[in-house]
């Protein structure tokens, strides 16, 4: 399965590699065209079968996830670090990590309970009291194996956790796999309009990836494909989970860093309805995605951001369902047919 | 122009939401301008050409206010939201909003004690009196924005939105007073100021200027235990030098006092600790524009009840007429 | 080209964000001296072109160094002192410095706060917050109103000292120092063969939040950009995991705000110089005019090089001479390798073997 693939590939912001290698691999004897740039995001372009001239519709969907990076080097052969993108401090006590090019093991050390005091425990442990310990005894060898600067990740494996019913699936980095698996399941489609996949780098260092992409596109009209919060456990106030696990895709009206376009959400509900798939609305007003960075892009871009509720997003393991990723890309692949009958351009 | 300034500030029109507002605002300029048209994210721009051989001028004021947007339908038909810009908790509570349609709702503390203690909009809802979320939820994802009817004290006025609809009406004023000027000047009305500029971005890429001026209101620092700033009502229009998203360009802070000086028109010099407005993303497009604002002094800004002097807002008017006829050297 | 005399020059020159005037004509006429063409863009960069030698079309590289520096702003008079803005000095070095007031004449200053003697207990402990100080020129409330007014400038007052260990320490070596480092680097390039344009610039209002960067790259357009600025240097009450060795500089930045393959090549010609640079780690874009340039228009490959700095943003930054000398010498090697090769090496390899 290729969300299997991508959640257990290597991809912090600004270490993409892998990610970027699987998606190519997965989409290049479908498209027309792929391309790199300067930041790394990976574009493609499959040419719609409509007469010119057609709609240019950027689907955006982020390669990078939350991470480390290797600062600092101690003589005992630990390794101080700093979190790549917004990882809670509280996540990192006690994780087991991959570091650097050659994937090492790694764990996060913690103190141990017996060793600590009741109001200490009452602390949170920041980052640079942590270290990653891959077994060295010394700075001189750590150094042989892993490089200042080097990237890591949290070491979670992929695993199906219910065949039916929600159909639910953990692994890392869900946010964004699960976008850019929908993303490229949607190859399979025919469209008559022109669909520029741009699988972005960096999106957690403030949408840096899809901004120069959008720039390079200059597309009419974007979709940003997200793996988005999902906050559904017990709450003793009466307030939003944001969204749903098994509600279906997630359609954005208004987050932090954009408005919807209007017309492309009534477009979605159209053809939820008309397909008959579930959807729900993320909760208004909370996160940020590309669409912020795509919709500023030169005169403006209509641009809506659907996501893939997703438990747990930001910490060594996350959680969806499979029934809803396959919705979203459902509902995608109609939304994309729809498009050149209905959208009207502004 | 008192009845405009209030038919302007009681309109609805958060940050995301203008139509209302806009087609106030276009019903004001269509018989003014030589062309008129709205962007993609929904800019309206009014241009007046010139008699030529002058310079491309963007005047842009925002037409958008904070507001709130409904983020989730309790149980019991509740409401619960997020802010649309810059909203202050300590100034919603007992508060009114409106929504696009035209209800009312009433936004209340879960607690008057907790509240007081730690005044968060998470402690805030809104009540349509609705009885249950099947009858509310269609409120989901609406925007509202505040109400409070405008009030003439004189001299003074009193509204909401005067940020920045007050601008808004210097703008429609200086339209349609200007004659005999050298320059293309694209009157802009912007969207999404007050979440971040992205109106006036996106509009000045589209249309490149050579010069561009924000309208906007800035801090009276004259009331009680106010931070010590020289800004205060009625003593003229201020001149930007500085806020914290932008240095106005020294050449059109220059000019606009030069201006100012030849024509007798009083101003202050406006230097600001806070804040920023559409000529902080002007001056950023493409290579580069030179950019100025001309500012309102506004007392109780992002509240419901914001006051202005309309001596301020006059010679505002006729500060940016004494600017557009010059031929603008930086 | 004596680099302390430079150094003092540009140090001692006021150019606060927004307002480079003066310290640009500095820099024009510096890099007059050895460039091709000088010249000035909208918001004030200062834009130096070195032709290259290679066949046209060239590919290009922008250098970017800021030459804004921060200080403070006349917010308001009362009585005979004056009220100022600002936002980048620790509150607590502001105390009992003097300065400059940039009005219709420049005018000595002090910053003063009342005496600790007749202050309440437990007063005198605290820091002053700076909206809580004062600006005292010595005048009369008629003289102050004739001669300064909101808006007007003030920097800080203090030449360039030279310190022993070759270093030196005064105000606005950040970023002052790095652009005496690219004009060093012109110097160099006068000297040698270089295939490829180079662009170097002298941005305004970095402080502000790279603005001249991120206008001055969208005109121009370069294949690749190197911004220069300075980093922190080990010294107390700094934490000994972000700071290094004066002397050992410039830090090559490492992250994903820099092209790796760039910043690979950089390790290397620093290595063919016999030069051993640090590798300066940063998990999140640092505040420099290299953030800009790498998210221009449709994305450029990006590097910083980073002098290290003690008390970075107060009035007596200090930095070794022998520093800014590395930085100019490895930035003219860098530029006199890039040939016909180096554009195309910076992709990423999508392991399709059909490619």
Same mark, same amino acid.
């Given at each position: !399965?290729?969300?299997?693939?991508?959640?257990?590939?290597?991809?912090?912001?600004?270490?993409?590699?892998?990610?970027?290698?699987?998606?190519?691999?997965?989409?290049?004897?479908?498209?027309?065209?792929?391309?790199?740039?300067?930041?790394?995001?990976?574009?493609? $372009?499959?040419?719609?079968?409509?007469?010119?001239?057609?709609?240019?519709? !950027?689907?955006?969907?982020?390669?990078?996830?939350?991470?480390?990076?290797?600062?600092?080097?101690?003589?005992?052969?630990? !390794?101080?670090?700093?979190?790549?993108?917004?990882?809670?401090?509280?996540?990192?006590?006690?994780?087991?990590?991959?570091?650097?090019?050659?994937?090492?093991?790694?764990?996060?050390?913690?103190?141990?309970?017996?060793?600590?005091?009741?109001?200490?425990?009452?602390?949170?442990?920041?980052?640079?009291?942590?270290?990653?310990?891959?077994?060295?005894?010394?700075?001189?060898?750590?150094?042989?194996?892993?490089? !200042?600067?080097?990237?890591?990740?949290?070491?979670?494996?992929?695993?199906?956790?219910?065949?039916?019913?929600?159909?639910?699936?953990?692994?890392?980095?869900?946010?964004?796999?699960?976008?850019?698996?929908?993303?490229?399941?949607?190859?399979?489609?025919?469209?008559?309009?022109?669909?520029?996949?741009?699988?972005?780098?960096?999106?957690?260092?403030?949408?840096?990836?899809?901004?120069?992409?959008?720039?390079?596109?200059?597309?009419?009209?974007?979709?940003?494909?997200?793996?988005?919060?999902?906050?559904?456990?017990?709450?003793?106030?009466?307030?939003?989970?944001?969204?749903? $696990?098994?509600?279906?895709?997630?359609?954005?009206?208004?987050?932090?860093?954009?408005?919807?376009?209007?017309?492309?959400?009534?477009?979605?509900?159209?053809?939820?309805?008309?397909?008959?798939?579930?959807?729900?609305?993320?909760?208004?007003?909370?996160?940020?995605?590309?669409?912020?960075?795509?919709?500023?892009?030169?005169?403006?871009?209509?641009?809506?951001?659907?996501?893939?509720?997703?438990?747990?997003?930001?910490?060594?393991?996350?959680?969806?369902?499979?029934?809803?990723?396959?919705?979203?890309?459902?509902?995608?692949?109609?939304?994309?047919?729809?498009?050149?009958?209905?959208?009207?351009?502004? | 122009?008192?009845?405009?300034?209030?038919?302007?500030?009681?309109?609805?029109?958060?940050?995301?939401?203008?139509? =209302?507002?806009?087609?106030?605002?276009?019903?004001?300029?269509?018989?003014?301008?030589?062309?008129?048209?709205?962007?993609?994210?929904?800019?309206?721009?009014?241009?007046?050409?010139?008699?030529?051989?002058?310079?491309?001028?963007?005047?842009?004021?925002?037409?958008?206010?904070?507001?709130?947007?409904?983020?989730?339908?309790?149980?019991?038909?509740?409401?619960? #939201?997020?802010?649309?810009?810059?909203?202050?908790?300590?100034?919603?509570?007992?508060?009114?909003? =409106?929504?696009?349609?035209?209800?009312?709702?009433?936004?209340?503390?879960?607690?008057?004690?907790? #509240?007081?203690?730690?005044?968060?909009?998470? *402690?805030? #809802?809104?009540?349509?009196?609705?009885?249950?979320?099947?009858?509310?939820?269609? *409120?989901?994802? =609406?925007?509202?924005? #505040?109400?409070?009817?405008?009030?003439?004290?004189?001299?003074?006025?009193?509204?909401?939105?005067?940020?920045?609809?007050?601008?808004?009406?210097?703008?429609?004023?200086?339209?349609?007073?200007?004659?005999?000027?050298?320059?293309?000047?694209?009157?802009?009305?912007?969207?999404?100021?007050?979440?971040?500029?992205?109106?006036?971005?996106?509009?000045?890429?589209?249309?490149?200027?050579?010069?561009?001026?924000?309208?906007?209101?800035?801090?009276?620092?004259?009331?009680?235990?106010?931070?010590?700033?020289?800004?205060?009502?009625?003593?003229?229009?201020?001149?930007?030098?500085?806020?914290?998203?932008?240095?106005?360009?020294?050449?059109?802070?220059?000019?606009?006092? *030069?201006?100012?000086?030849?024509?007798?028109?009083?101003?202050?010099?406006?230097?600001?600790?806070?804040?920023?407005?559409?000529?902080?993303?002007? =001056?950023?497009?493409?290579?580069?524009?030179?950019?100025?604002?001309?500012?309102?002094?506004?007392?109780?800004?992002?509240?419901?009840?914001?006051?202005?002097?309309?001596?301020?807002?006059?010679?505002?008017?006729?500060?940016?007429?004494?600017?557009?006829?010059?031929?603008?050297?930086? | 080209?004596?680099?302390?005399?430079?150094?003092?020059?540009?140090?001692?020159?006021?150019? %606060?964000?927004?307002?480079?005037?003066?310290?640009?004509?500095?820099?024009?006429?510096?890099?007059?001296?050895?460039?091709?063409?000088?010249?000035?863009?909208?918001?004030?960069?200062?834009?130096?072109?070195?032709?290259?030698?290679?066949?046209?079309?060239?590919?290009?590289?922008?250098?970017?160094?800021?030459?804004?520096?921060?200080?403070?702003?006349?917010?308001?008079?009362?009585?005979?002192?004056?009220?100022?803005?600002?936002?980048?000095?620790?509150?607590?070095?502001?105390?009992?410095?003097?300065?400059?007031?940039?009005?219709?004449?420049?005018?000595?200053?002090?910053?003063?706060?009342?005496?600790?003697?007749?202050?309440?207990?437990?007063?005198?402990?605290? @820091?002053?917050?700076?909206?809580?100080? %004062?600006?005292?020129?010595?005048?009369?409330?008629?003289?102050?109103?004739?001669?300064?007014?909101?808006?007007?400038?003030?920097?800080?007052?203090?030449?360039?000292?030279?310190?022993?260990? /070759?270093?030196?320490?005064?105000?606005?070596?950040?970023?002052?120092?790095?652009?005496?480092?690219?004009?060093?680097?012109?110097?160099?390039?006068?000297?040698?063969?270089?295939?490829?344009?180079?662009?170097?610039?002298?941005?305004?209002?970095?402080?502000?939040?790279?603005?001249?960067?991120?206008?001055?790259?969208?005109?121009?357009?370069?294949?690749?950009?190197?911004?220069?600025?300075?980093?922190?240097?080990?010294?107390?009450?700094?934490?000994?995991?972000?700071?290094?060795?004066?002397?050992?500089?410039?830090?090559?930045?490492?992250?994903?705000?820099?092209?790796?393959? %760039?910043?690979?090549?950089?390790?290397?010609?620093?290595?063919?110089?016999?030069?051993?640079?640090?590798?300066? @780690?940063?998990?999140? @874009?640092?505040?420099?005019?290299?953030?800009?340039?790498?998210?221009?228009?449709?994305?450029? @490959?990006?590097?910083?090089?980073?002098?290290?700095?003690?008390?970075?943003?107060?009035?007596?930054?200090?930095?070794?001479?022998?520093?800014?000398?590395?930085? /100019?010498? %490895?930035?003219?090697?860098?530029?006199?390798?890039?040939?016909?090769?180096?554009?195309?090496?910076?992709?990423?390899?999508? /392991?399709?073997?059909?490619?």
């Amino acid at each position: !399965m290729l969300l299997e693939q991508l959640s257990n590939a290597f991809g912090p912001s600004g270490c993409e590699d892998e990610v970027r290698r699987i998606l190519a691999r997965a989409v290049h004897d479908k498209v027309d065209h792929l391309q790199t740039d300067a930041l790394g995001n990976l574009i493609a $372009l499959k040419r719609g079968s409509g007469p010119e001239p057609r709609l240019k519709v !950027m689907v955006d969907a982020h390669m990078d996830e939350v991470g480390l990076m290797v600062t600092r080097f101690d003589k005992n052969g630990l !390794m101080g670090f700093r979190v790549v993108g917004g990882v809670d401090d509280r996540l990192l006590l006690a994780k087991r990590v991959v570091v650097g090019c050659d994937r090492i093991r790694g764990v996060i050390t913690a103190p141990p309970i017996h060793l600590t005091k009741a109001e200490q425990r009452q602390q949170v442990i920041k980052v640079d009291q942590l270290a990653i310990d891959i077994g060295a005894s010394s700075d001189d060898e750590a150094k042989g194996l892993v490089k !200042m600067g080097d990237y890591g990740t949290f070491d979670t494996r992929f695993e199906i956790l219910s065949e039916d019913g929600l159909r639910t699936v953990k692994g890392k980095a869900f946010d964004d796999r699960a976008g850019c698996a929908v993303a490229a399941a949607l190859v399979d489609g025919e469209y008559a309009v022109d669909l520029l996949l741009a699988f972005s780098a960096q999106e957690e260092m403030g949408m840096r990836g899809a901004k120069v992409a959008a720039f390079r596109i200059d597309p009419d009209v974007a979709f940003a494909l997200e793996g988005t919060i999902c906050d559904d456990m017990p709450k003793k106030a009466d307030v939003s989970p944001t969204t749903e $696990l098994g509600k279906g895709p997630a359609i954005t009206l208004m987050d932090r860093s954009f408005f919807a376009d209007k017309s492309l959400v009534r477009l979605l509900i159209d053809t939820a309805e008309a397909n008959g798939i579930p959807y729900q609305f993320k909760q208004p007003g909370v996160g940020s995605t590309d669409a912020g960075a795509i919709h500023l892009s030169r005169t403006g871009v209509p641009s809506i951001t659907v996501a893939v509720p997703c438990r747990y997003i930001h910490t060594p393991v996350s959680l969806l369902s499979l029934s809803d990723l396959d919705h979203m890309v459902e509902l995608m692949k109609a939304a994309l047919q729809a498009l050149s009958h209905q959208w009207q351009k502004a | 122009m008192k009845d405009l300034i209030r038919r302007l500030t009681e309109a609805y029109g958060p940050s995301g939401h203008e139509e =209302q507002i806009r087609d106030i605002i276009r019903a004001e300029v269509q018989p003014l301008a030589d062309d008129v048209r709205v962007d993609v994210l929904g800019n309206l721009m009014a241009l007046k050409k010139g008699s030529g051989g002058g310079k491309k001028v963007m005047l842009a004021a925002h037409m958008d206010e904070i507001g709130l947007i409904i983020s989730y339908v309790d149980e019991q038909g509740f409401l619960r #939201f997020q802010p649309i810009g810059g909203v202050d908790a300590t100034t919603l509570a007992g508060g009114r909003v =409106q929504f696009a349609d035209g209800s009312t709702g009433v936004i209340a503390a879960e607690n008057r004690q907790e #509240f007081k203690k730690d005044p968060e909009l998470t *402690r805030l #809802f809104i009540d349509v009196g609705a009885t249950s979320r099947d009858e509310a939820k269609a *409120r989901l994802g =609406q925007a509202v924005g #505040f109400v409070r009817p405008f009030a003439d004290l004189g001299q003074r006025i009193v509204a909401k939105a005067l940020d920045d609809r007050i601008s808004c009406a210097i703008l429609i004023e200086v339209l349609r007073r200007l004659e005999d000027s050298l320059h293309e000047v694209y009157f802009v009305f912007s969207v999404q100021e007050e979440v971040g500029l992205r109106g006036a971005q996106t509009c000045a890429y589209g249309l490149d200027p050579d010069l561009g001026i924000a309208v906007d209101i800035t801090v009276a620092a004259d009331t009680p235990e106010a931070k010590k700033l020289a800004m205060k009502l009625g003593a003229g229009p201020c001149i930007k030098i500085m806020d914290s998203g932008m240095l106005a360009h020294p050449g059109v802070k220059d000019a606009m006092i *030069r201006v100012a000086e030849a024509n007798g028109i009083p101003y202050q010099l406006e230097v600001l600790d806070r804040g920023s407005t559409d000529a902080a993303a002007i =001056q950023l497009v493409r290579g580069g524009v030179p950019a100025g604002c001309v500012s309102v002094a506004c007392r109780y800004y992002h509240t419901p009840s914001e006051m202005v002097d309309m001596g301020d807002v006059e010679n505002s008017v006729k500060l940016l007429l004494a600017i557009l006829k010059t031929s603008i050297e930086l | 080209m004596d680099t302390v005399l430079l150094l003092k020059r540009l140090s001692e020159a006021h150019g %606060l964000s927004g307002y480079e005037q003066e310290v640009r004509q500095l820099v024009v006429e510096e890099f007059s001296r050895t460039a091709n063409e000088v010249r000035t863009d909208t918001l004030g960069n200062v834009i130096a072109v070195k032709s290259g030698t290679g066949p046209e079309p060239r590919p290009s590289i922008m250098l970017a160094t800021h030459m804004d520096e921060i200080g403070l702003i006349v917010s308001e008079l009362e009585k005979s002192f004056i009220h100022f803005e600002q936002s980048s000095y620790d509150d607590r070095v502001l105390l009992g410095q003097e300065v400059l007031v940039h009005g219709r004449r420049t005018l000595t200053g002090v910053i003063g706060a009342r005496p600790p003697h007749v202050l309440p207990p437990g007063e005198s402990d605290k @820091p002053i917050p700076y909206d809580k100080l %004062l600006i005292d020129v010595g005048l009369t409330s008629e003289e102050l109103a004739r001669l300064v007014r909101v808006g007007d400038l003030i920097t800080m007052k203090g030449d360039l000292i030279e310190l022993k260990g /070759g270093l030196v320490a005064g105000k606005a070596l950040d970023n002052r120092a790095s652009v005496v480092a690219a004009a060093i680097c012109l110097e160099e390039l006068t000297r040698l063969h270089h295939r490829w344009d180079v662009f170097v610039v002298a941005t305004v209002q970095e402080e502000e939040g790279m603005k001249g960067a991120i206008t001055s790259t969208y005109s121009l357009q370069p294949d690749v950009g190197i911004a220069i600025d300075v980093t922190w240097a080990k010294q107390p009450g700094a934490p000994d995991e972000y700071t290094y060795d004066l002397g050992k500089g410039p830090t090559i930045g490492l992250g994903p705000n820099f092209h790796p393959v %760039l910043q690979e090549a950089l390790v290397e010609t620093a290595k063919s110089l016999e030069m051993s640079i640090p590798l300066e @780690p940063a998990a999140r @874009p640092p505040g420099t005019d290299a953030h800009a340039i790498q998210v221009s228009r449709a994305g450029i @490959p990006a590097a910083l090089l980073s002098i290290p700095q003690r008390n970075m943003h107060t009035p007596v930054e200090t930095v070794s001479i022998r520093d800014v000398e590395r930085t /100019g010498r %490895l930035l003219a090697a860098f530029i006199g390798r890039l040939d016909d090769a180096f554009l195309p090496s910076l992709t990423w390899d999508l /392991g399709l073997e059909e490619e």
